[in-house]
């Protein structure tokens, strides 16, 4: 199920452009806006069924807030007719302000988290159209996930590391903790790779128990997709034995 975020812009008297300067575009009419942005009531699909969804509930309702979104954005407008791209990049929380000319444009970019793999925040990806014209008050951009959520409900397990092979060396990070779960955002896959098959077995997950047991999770051939939750709890485990028989 595709997801969606919605963005929130918002007619003001001030006025700046990080691309373009207001003599360059002088005689146009303008539009005059910043951003901010605010999320539709969708959720995310799961592997795993009815207690999966109660924590991503937890994780949504921090991404509508903005808590758990990638701090900044890299955007661009298109003029569909002149072919004139205009880029604004910044920060969320620092509400920059757009100044565009008036037409039809093509929007694309990202609002990207810091990390080559594991991320601590929701990564963003836009790509719409939009018309701005001299009365615009607010312009809503279409902007779907540009990354999963992996998660463990960590009532049993101390912590989580995500082994791989960067730089020629087996390094690992240790994913964050949200509320009751172990947790991290990822754009793509959960390593990086440099094709030597004798490094596989370096590319894993690594949990440890809080009663000293531990597991791992070979992550080289597991598929994750992008705009989804995937979110594992804690089962216990056993085994039926019979009882051995007398070898008298």
């Known amino acids: 199920m595709k997801k969606y975020l919605s963005i929130m812009a918002i007619c003001i008297l001030c006025v700046g452009c990080q691309s373009e300067s207001e003599n360059e575009i002088k005689g146009e009419q303008m539009a005059r806006f910043c951003i901010s942005y605010s999320l539709d009531q969708s959720v995310g699909e799961s592997m795993t069924r009815s207690p999966a969804s109660d924590g991503w509930a937890k994780f949504y309702g921090k991404i509508k807030t903005g808590e758990l979104v990638a701090d900044s954005y890299d955007i661009t407008f298109t003029n569909s007719e002149t072919k004139q ?3 604004f990049n910044g920060e969320w929380a620092k509400k920059e302000m757009f100044v565009l000319p008036t037409g039809k444009y093509t929007v694309s970019g990202t609002s990207n988290d810091e990390g080559k793999t594991v991320q601590q925040k929701c990564s963003l990806t836009f ?10 008050s607010e ?14 409900e960590n009532s049993e ?11 020629n060396r087996n390094v690992s990070e240790t994913l964050p903790v949200f509320e009751n779960y172990i947790y991290c955002f ?8 440099d094709g030597n098959t ?9 949990g440890n128990f809080k009663s000293g047991s531990s597991f791992i999770i070979n992550t080289f051939e597991v598929e994750f997709q992008k705009g989804k939750y995937y979110i594992y709890n804690t089962v216990p485990s056993s085994f039926n034995i019979p009882e051995m028989e007398s070898g008298m």
């Not at 397990?157 to 730089?167: F, K, V």
Request: hydrophobic share 40%; with cysteine; proline share 0%.
């Open 85 to 87: 791209a205009y880029n």
């Open 127 to 136: 790509n719409t159209t939009v018309e701005i014209d001299e009365n615009t």
């Open 139 to 152: 312009i809503i951009l279409n902007a779907g996930y540009n990354c999963f959520l992996l998660a463990f």
């Open 157 to 167: 397990i101390t912590e989580i590391q995500n082994w791989n092979w960067i730089d």
């Open 186 to 193: 990822c754009k793509d896959k959960l390593y990086i790779w």
């Open 198 to 206: 004798s490094r596989q077995k370096t590319i894993y997950l690594k």
